[in-house]
């Protein structure tokens, strides 16, 4: 069970705006920047967005990340099709010197 | 073009050991931390270990600390991970990340290779 928590599943219609949502704590969300990724089937997992609101260059705008407190969004806007994957926040976790991952979100775009 | 390519991956018996290797290309690998991150079948990812550029850091998840250790050759530019005392969770597919930036964020990572444990 992870310490930081995402909902496990998410979905959408093409065109539509989906929201996945992000909740830690003080150690981790609440002190430190939030990045995301995605995986796609059978892939290696990919950045997404980092320092809570930055696109990789190459993502396209649709995606974009905000973070308030100890909670954290990714926000996909003009739902398309290649869009469904397995999104993963994660944040840097002071006790671990290392980063936690949230427990991943799946995406359907229906 | 930047490259992380893990290999040494395979079927191992509770109580085994195994080395993964990862090799890095197209940047300067001696400037970077490196990380092991691992993903169990039908799960999420989990952080492993990690080891700054120069070795003189590094860290371990609980779940495999004492059991595991993370090392770097910079002149072969290659990360590893030596792994003993394998257990059934150990069992995932394992990838190298490079880290990155003050924020320390995951920029770049490898395909992954499999490591299945079980007698």
């Known amino acids: 069970q992870s310490v930081v928590t995402q909902p496990p599943s998410a979905s959408g219609t093409p065109g539509q705006r989906v929201t996945i949502s992000c909740s830690g704590s003080s150690s981790n969300i609440g002190s430190n920047t939030v990045n995301w990724y995605q995986q796609l089937p059978g892939t290696a997992p990919k950045l997404l967005i980092y320092s809570n609101n930055q696109r990789p260059s190459g993502v396209p705008d649709r995606f974009s990340g905000s973070k308030s407190g100890t909670s954290a969004s990714l926000a996909i806007s003009g739902l398309q099709s290649e869009d469904e994957a397995d999104y993963y926040c994660?944040?840097?976790?002071?006790?671990?010197?290392?980063?936690?991952f949230g427990g991943g979100t799946k995406l359907t775009v229906l | 073009e930047v490259q992380l390519v893990e290999s040494g991956g395979g079927l191992v018996k509770p109580g085994g050991s195994l080395r993964l290797s990862c090799a890095a290309s197209g940047f300067t690998f001696n400037t970077y931390t490196v990380n092991w991150v691992r993903q169990a079948p039908g799960k999420g990812l989990e952080w492993v270990s990690s080891?700054?550029?120069?070795?003189?850091?590094?860290y371990y998840a609980d779940s495999v600390k004492g059991r595991f250790s993370i090392s770097r050759d910079n002149a072969k530019n290659s990360l590893f991970l030596q792994m003993t005392s394998l257990r059934v969770e150990d069992t995932a597919v394992y990838y190298c990340a490079r880290q990155t930036g003050d924020d320390n964020y995951f920029d770049y990572w490898g395909q992954g290779t499999l490591i299945t444990v079980s007698s």
């Open positions: 994660a944040a840097w976790e002071d006790s671990l010197s290392g980063p936690v």
């Open positions: 080891i700054s550029s120069r070795g003189n850091y590094i």
